[in-house]
């Protein structure tokens, strides 16, 4: 994005998250997330499906418009649903995670404190085969405006993504 802090997410309509909040979510499931390894998403799909709206609480990335030490405030730990973790990345194993998570319940609608959706972060990455993911079917995170009042569509145009502000207005 646009150098707005990332924060927790929120449960958004879903209210299985908040029974999850203060639960270990295994390391291995959240590296799979983020790293887009479809492999072993795939094989916790089976054995850890309960953790599929969970919000788990990992180390905050540092970003092209973040760096920690130009934000002191930047919060060291960060809490994302699996699907936020896989929607920030922008290999096709990220997309092929999202996928998975996707076609096995993860909300899209789940936000985290900020009001940010997987779309939002996956349109902030570029990962323009994610996003045409997300927005298939009825998509209301299309006009989801965080609590910065910017949708996807904004994100896209502040970051100068005129392939994906093109797919979004299609």
Known sequence: GSGRPKSQPQSGNNSKNA???NKKMPSELI???KSGDEKAMEGFMQTHQKYINAVAEVRCQPTRFLQPHTHPSLRPQDTYTLLHLASEGTEPGHTACVAMLLANGADPGAV??????ALHLATASGS?????LLTKGDCPQLL???KYQMT???????DG???MVAMLLS
């Open 19 to 21: 029974s999850f909040r």
């Open 31 to 33: 590296d799979a997330a």
């Open 112 to 117: 985290d404190a900020d009001g940010q959706s």
């Open 128 to 132: 323009l085969p994610t996003v045409r």
């Open 144 to 146: 989801l405006a965080d």
């Open 152 to 158: 996807p569509l904004h994100l896209a145009c502040e």
């Open 161 to 163: 993504l005129p392939d």
